[in-house]
């Protein structure tokens, strides 16, 4: 019979196959936010599993649909436990709010390109990182990973921006990373009377960075669209080279594997080609309105 | 005749993967035969007896469409169609042959242009399910739903059609996940492609480079005579199935007729796009004030893009039976017309019909390029029929380029 | 929701025919009255609690100031509110009042026109109430009434399709009326729901289920209405159940001020 082209030998990158898994614990962090710790019921998978930072899964609430939600724990974590903080924002985050700890969800991932610390490991590279919002989870398995490999690293600094000083996600951990190591700044967009730091929008953060190796660091940016544009031509007026700046970019996943085609920007399938992005390329693309 | 057996492999990747790459350069080792006419019900037959469906042409609503064929009869013979931008009509061919062919106002099976279906509802469905959830005292179990197996013939298959299968094979197959639906329904296909002997004002393969001539993808490809079809092999199954039917060899004549025959779809087809450097062309015209008036006419319905043979955007639903804990997920064809397909929390990122046409041609046209290697356009010419508003994408594209020189 | 919703279905202007949907889903009635406390539905009982509700399923418009009073309260004794059908999510067809001199229709149609004190508009439930979920249709369609209960009894936000109806038409391999037969039909500017059953019996679509989300209304009466019909027959194809749903509303008085225009200038 006719045959569709030798298919490749390689594994399945992706597949509508939902697995079942355990909500382990739940912790609320700030208003409507929570990091939800989740396992696998089937514990050859919960202990199979891996991701790389920036990647994402699907959750999926049966009977009200899936939601393409980052990873924001340690990514080589040996208990087979994977970490995500959702914002109640829709229909499918609404119920995820709903469910209790040892009640399950289904999870299909992990999708999409990772922040690109291997292109930067072991080059004595510096590594920035920029948060806006709920932007600094998909952050956090980067923080882990360098710190985990803080040799194969130069400065390693992350820059914060939140709406108010409640909004700020993750502060004490901050704290701790702060001590171990790593160059924290914050910003928020409006200041309550114990706040003391910066008060502005990120991108003033990078304006304001001294002593920035230009040929020698990288810059991942995650947050909301606007923040990620102003943020990277901060960096560019820096001196920073388009092509050592990433963003990761939020679109309509629905597949995670480029089939259903809801994430299409420009020419790249977010959910296969992203949702991490260099600059250079998502430049051209954040111009053009409504693309 | 018996049923023809093609051997009970699903897999037949690795006998013809070889074979149908061989094709396209040893084209004429394949055997050519000629089926006279009083024989191809008995071969329909043959094929009913040999595969679970034969999908093929027939009149319905007003039009011909791709349904089950289980005898020669049902086939649209005398049947042809007329169209144009948002206009499709139904005519018997007597009506309206010219006196260019070798028998005027003959009347044939094949002798109509692409409609309102194409193949890929056979092997990317426009409704299907993918996985069940069930509610147990230990929460969620979830599994795969797999459909039955079945072995389809597809007849009448046009030489676009086969470039837009290609393409949905590269979407589906080779780019990186594979779709098992689509995999399963693809590895069980028999495909009889049709030379076309006539175009429609809408069509444009020739400048896609697609047609109007089968030329690869088959398994048998006939050119339609008055008299007889002449058949070509085009793989191991097609020639297994060939070797079944005894045809005899072709005469010089009948090689001339059929290829006179195929030379007036090429005369017959009028529409162009200028297809050289479209992509940067196209991507160089993101904000030309002519989308506005595109968006003017154009209904956001979709209509396009469901007729489309290589569109191939979808969404799943939650269907829930009342009566038990008892969830199905079903894969819809979707569009990037609907407001929803680009929804994000906070609001739809196309939330215009100007942003939502410019997506689907520029997509077609250009990006797909980038995806896929290839035009997402294989020139069928539907949607420009099959717009209830009658946009012509091959004028718009004029439009849109021709102000950036 | 996780415990039994308490569910009261109330009726305002309409012809039951969308409570009637409910009773006509028999092989999902028994499983429904497991699954919710249905405090509140004449069609089918005679119990009658008052309220307060975790849901009111809402039929019918407002044609009385009567009418408009006891929404208001109904309001403040429900959680949720979901309107179901083109009466209570667009006005229904008695909004055809809308477009005339209603004391004018009830000197003609009834006999003792002092008796009869009426509102001069059908108005949707969500111009007088905040509603939360709103489903569409002329009567609605089963499943989708289904689907809400079920994610009202799971409870999830409901969500129904906002695509036209030309997409499940082609789904099921319909060919297209409009293209094929030259009928007028309102599926592209009309949101699906309905199953797109008219094309698949050779009718246009009679826009049962509403405008979609962004209706180019001025595209479809120029493309697929006018070269096939005047547009005085256009106003009264826009003027059905759903009249009075602000694009189909605009746009038929539109082709009506043409029409006047042109009669004006002869």
């Not at chain 2, 055997?31 to 999908?55: C, M, R, T, Y």
């Not at chain 3, 009726?11 to 249905?38: N, P, R």
């Not at chain 3, 002329?138 to 409870?155: H, N, Y």
């Not at chain 3, 129904?160 to 391999?173: F, H, I, L, N, Y």
Request: hydrophobic share 35%; charged share 20%; proline share 5%.
């Amino acid at each position: 019979m006719t045959i569709a082209p030798s298919l490749s030998p390689v594994p399945q990158q992706g597949s509508w196959q939902s697995h079942p898994a355990e909500i382990v614990s739940i912790l609320e962090e700030i208003e409507t936010v929570s990091t939800y710790r989740m396992r696998f019921r089937d514990p050859e998978l919960a202990r199979s599993y891996r991701f790389k930072a920036g990647q994402f899964n699907m959750l999926y609430v049966p009977g009200c649909g899936e939601v393409a939600i980052s990873h924001s724990g340690p990514p080589d974590s040996d208990t087979g436990d994977f970490l995500h903080t959702i914002r109640v924002v829709g229909r499918v985050t609404e119920a995820i709010r709903a469910l209790e700890v040892g009640e399950t969800l289904g999870v299909r991932g992990p999708f999409g390109n990772p922040w690109p610390l291997e292109t930067y490991r072991g080059r004595g590279f510096d590594v920035f990182l920029v948060a806006g919002g709920l932007g600094l989870a998909p952050l956090r398995p980067v923080v882990y990973q360098l710190l985990k490999e803080r040799d194969h690293y130069g400065r390693i600094g992350l820059l914060i921006g939140a709406r108010s000083p409640s909004m700020l996600l993750y502060s004490e951990e901050i704290r701790a990373w702060e001590s171990s190591g790593i160059e924290i700044q914050r910003t928020v967009d409006r200041a309550d009377q114990d706040w003391h730091g910066s008060v502005g929008t990120v991108p003033l953060l990078i304006d304001r960075l001294r002593g920035v190796r230009l040929d020698r660091t990288a810059m991942f940016v995650c947050g909301p669209e606007v923040m990620m544009h102003y943020s990277a031509q901060s960096a560019i007026r820096l001196g920073l080279d388009p092509s050592a700046i990433w963003v990761s970019m939020e679109r309509n996943m629905q597949c995670g594997f480029g089939h259903c085609g809801h994430c299409q920007w420009g020419s790249l399938f977010l959910c296969k080609d992203g949702p991490v992005v260099r600059w250079d390329s998502a430049f051209s693309k954040m111009r053009v309105r409504d693309l | 005749m018996t049923p023809i057996h093609l051997g009970n492999n699903s897999d037949a990747t690795s006998t013809s993967s070889k074979s149908s790459s061989n094709h396209t350069q040893d084209r004429n080792q394949w055997p050519h035969g000629f089926l006279p006419k009083e024989q191809f019900p008995a071969f329909i037959d043959l094929l009913n007896q040999s595969f679970d469906e034969v999908i093929g042409p027939r009149v319905d609503q007003g039009a011909i469409v791709y349904d089950a064929i289980r005898s020669a009869s049902e086939l649209p013979h005398g049947w042809t169609d007329v169209q144009s931008p948002g206009v499709y009509r139904l005519e018997r061919k007597s009506s309206i042959d010219d006196s260019r062919t070798d028998h005027s106002c003959e009347e044939e099976y094949f002798g109509y242009n692409v409609g309102p279906h194409s193949w890929k509802k056979y092997l990317f469905p426009p409704l299907t399910t993918l996985m069940k959830s069930k509610k147990t005292t230990d929460g969620w179990q979830m599994e795969m739903t797999a459909e039955p197996i079945k072995r389809r013939v597809l007849l009448g298959v046009r030489a676009c059609e086969l470039a837009a299968i290609a393409i949905q094979d590269k979407v589906f197959l080779t780019s990186g996940t594979v779709d098992p639906i689509y995999q399963t329904r693809r590895n069980h296909l028999l495909i009889i492609a049709v030379n076309c002997t006539q175009a429609a004002s809408t069509c444009f393969c020739t400048s896609m480079n697609s047609g109007p001539e089968c030329r690869s993808g088959f398994d048998l490809a006939m050119t339609e005579l008055s008299d007889g079809f002449l058949v070509e092999v085009g793989s191991d199954a097609g020639q297994t199935i060939f070797e079944s039917l005894k045809l005899r060899t072709v005469t010089t004549d009948e090689i001339d007729r059929g290829r006179t025959r195929r030379a007036r779809a090429v005369e017959q087809i009028t529409k162009r796009m200028n297809t050289d450097g479209i992509r940067d062309r196209l991507l160089s015209q993101l904000e030309n004030p002519h989308w506005n008036d595109i968006a003017s006419r154009c209904l956001s319905c979709a209509n396009c893009t469901m007729v489309c043979p290589t569109c191939f955007c979808s969404s799943v639903d939650e269907v829930h039976a009342l009566t038990d804990d008892e969830i199905v997920r079903q894969r819809r064809w979707d569009s990037c017309f609907n407001v929803d397909i680009s929804h994000l929390s906070g609001g739809p990122v196309r939330d215009t019909i100007r942003s939502r046409y410019r997506q689907w041609l520029t997509h077609k046209l250009a990006t797909w390029i980038d995806q896929f290697d290839t035009s997402g356009c294989v020139g069928c010419g539907r949607c420009i029929t099959w717009c209830p508003v009658g946009i012509d994408l091959t004028k718009e594209v004029a439009t849109l380029c021709e102000e950036s020189s | 929701m996780k415990s039994k919703p308490k569910i009261a279905i109330i009726k305002f202007a309409s012809c039951d025919g969308c409570q009637l949907t409910l009773l006509d889903a028999e092989d999902e009635l028994l499983a429904i009255a497991d699954a919710v406390d249905l405090a509140h539905f004449a069609e089918a009982s005679s119990r009658l609690d008052a309220g307060p509700y975790d849901v009111a399923i809402v039929e019918g418009s407002i044609t009385t100031e009567e009418d408009r009073l006891r929404l208001l309260r109904l309001r403040q004794e429900c959680r949720w509110m979901v309107t179901i059908g083109a009466c209570a999510t667009s006005g229904g067809i008695q909004a055809l009042r809308n477009f005339a001199d209603h004391e004018e229709f009830i000197r003609a149609v009834y006999a003792t026109p002092e008796t009869i004190h009426s509102l001069a508009t059908s108005t949707p439930i969500a111009s007088h109430v905040r509603v939360d979920f709103e489903l569409r249709g002329c009567p609605v369609d089963k499943s989708q009434l289904l689907e809400v209960l079920s994610s009202l009894i799971a409870g999830h936000r409901p969500r129904t399709s906002t695509e036209s109806v030309c997409q499940p038409c082609k789904r099921k391999g319909t060919v297209c009326v409009v293209v094929a037969q030259g009928i007028p039909c309102l599926g592209p500017i009309t949101q699906s729901g309905c199953g797109s059953i008219c094309p698949a019996f050779d009718r246009g679509c009679y826009g049962c289920f509403g405008p979609t989300v962004q209706p180019n209304m001025a595209g479809h009466s120029q493309g697929v209405l006018l070269p096939r019909m005047s547009e005085r027959d256009a106003v009264n194809l826009l003027r059905g159940f759903n009249a009075a749903a602000p694009s189909f509303q605009q746009e038929s008085v539109r082709l009506w001020q043409i029409t006047q225009t042109r009669d004006s200038t002869r």
